[in-house]
Protein backbone atom coordinates (compact mmCIF):
# COMPACT_ATOMS: atom_id res chain seq x y z
CA UNK A 1 0.00 0.00 0.00
CA UNK A 2 1.32 3.18 -0.73
CA UNK A 3 2.32 5.64 1.97
CA UNK A 4 2.14 10.07 1.47
CA UNK A 5 4.52 11.78 3.60
CA UNK A 6 4.83 15.23 4.34
CA UNK A 7 7.62 18.18 5.14
CA UNK A 8 7.32 19.05 8.69
CA UNK A 9 7.09 22.55 7.78
CA UNK A 10 3.41 21.92 6.72
CA UNK A 11 2.85 21.11 10.32
CA UNK A 12 2.42 24.79 11.08
CA UNK A 13 -0.92 24.91 9.33
CA UNK A 14 -2.10 20.64 10.59
CA UNK A 15 -0.08 20.34 13.56
CA UNK A 16 -1.48 16.42 14.22
CA UNK A 17 -0.15 15.78 10.34
CA UNK A 18 1.28 12.08 10.21
CA UNK A 19 1.75 9.97 6.98
CA UNK A 20 -1.34 8.59 5.28
CA UNK A 21 -1.27 4.52 3.82
CA UNK A 22 -4.25 4.17 1.56
CA UNK A 23 -4.80 2.91 -1.76
CA UNK A 24 -4.49 5.14 -4.56
CA UNK A 25 -3.07 3.85 -8.26
CA UNK A 26 -2.65 8.50 -9.14
CA UNK A 27 -1.01 11.61 -7.24
CA UNK A 28 -4.80 13.09 -8.21
CA UNK A 29 -6.57 10.37 -5.93
CA UNK A 30 -3.32 10.88 -3.14
CA UNK A 31 -4.39 14.49 -3.32
CA UNK A 32 -7.96 13.39 -2.50
CA UNK A 33 -7.20 10.92 -0.12
CA UNK A 34 -5.57 13.82 1.53
CA UNK A 35 -8.25 15.84 1.59
CA UNK A 36 -10.40 13.41 3.12
CA UNK A 37 -8.39 13.00 5.88
CA UNK A 38 -7.17 16.41 6.60
CA UNK A 39 -9.85 19.14 5.37
CA UNK A 40 -8.52 21.72 3.69
CA UNK A 41 -4.93 20.71 3.38
CA UNK A 42 -5.79 20.49 -0.29
CA UNK A 43 -5.99 24.02 -0.85
CA UNK A 44 -2.32 24.63 0.35
CA UNK A 45 -1.17 21.61 -2.75
CA UNK A 46 -3.45 22.40 -5.22
CA UNK A 47 -5.19 25.34 -6.84
CA UNK A 48 -8.76 26.18 -7.39
CA UNK A 49 -8.31 24.26 -11.13
CA UNK A 50 -6.58 21.28 -9.35
CA UNK A 51 -3.60 21.85 -10.36
CA UNK A 52 0.20 21.46 -8.53
CA UNK A 53 0.62 24.97 -6.82
CA UNK A 54 3.76 26.46 -7.64
CA UNK A 55 5.63 26.21 -4.74
CA UNK A 56 4.50 22.49 -3.84
CA UNK A 57 6.49 20.09 -5.33
CA UNK A 58 4.99 16.21 -5.10
CA UNK A 59 7.74 13.40 -5.24
CA UNK A 60 6.99 9.29 -6.06
CA UNK A 61 10.15 7.63 -4.40
CA UNK A 62 13.00 9.64 -5.19
CA UNK A 63 10.82 11.07 -8.76
CA UNK A 64 9.52 14.41 -9.01
CA UNK A 65 6.20 14.23 -10.86
CA UNK A 66 5.72 15.27 -14.47
CA UNK A 67 1.98 16.12 -14.78
CA UNK A 68 1.44 19.13 -12.26
CA UNK A 69 -1.82 19.47 -13.90
CA UNK A 70 -4.11 16.53 -13.67
CA UNK A 71 -1.44 14.96 -11.58
CA UNK A 72 -1.80 11.31 -13.33
CA UNK A 73 1.59 10.40 -12.52
CA UNK A 74 0.82 6.86 -11.54
CA UNK A 75 1.49 5.10 -8.12
CA UNK A 76 2.20 1.60 -7.45
CA UNK A 77 1.51 -0.54 -3.92
CA UNK A 78 4.81 -0.02 -2.01
CA UNK A 79 5.62 3.82 -2.95
CA UNK A 80 6.48 6.88 -1.17
CA UNK A 81 4.71 9.46 -2.21
CA UNK A 82 5.86 12.68 -0.37
CA UNK A 83 4.44 16.39 -0.36
CA UNK A 84 6.86 18.86 0.07
CA UNK A 85 6.06 22.77 0.26
CA UNK A 86 9.12 24.86 -0.93
CA UNK A 87 10.24 27.56 0.82
CA UNK A 88 10.99 31.06 -1.48
CA UNK A 89 12.61 34.52 -0.28
CA UNK A 90 15.87 35.14 0.80
Do not use: W
Not at 13 to 31: Q, R
Not at 58 to 77: E, S, T
Amino acid sequence: MPTIKFTSNLKRFFPDLSPIEAECVTVKEAVDIIEQNYSGLKDYIVDETGSLRKHVNIFIGNQLIKDRVKLQDAIKAGDEIYVMQALSGG
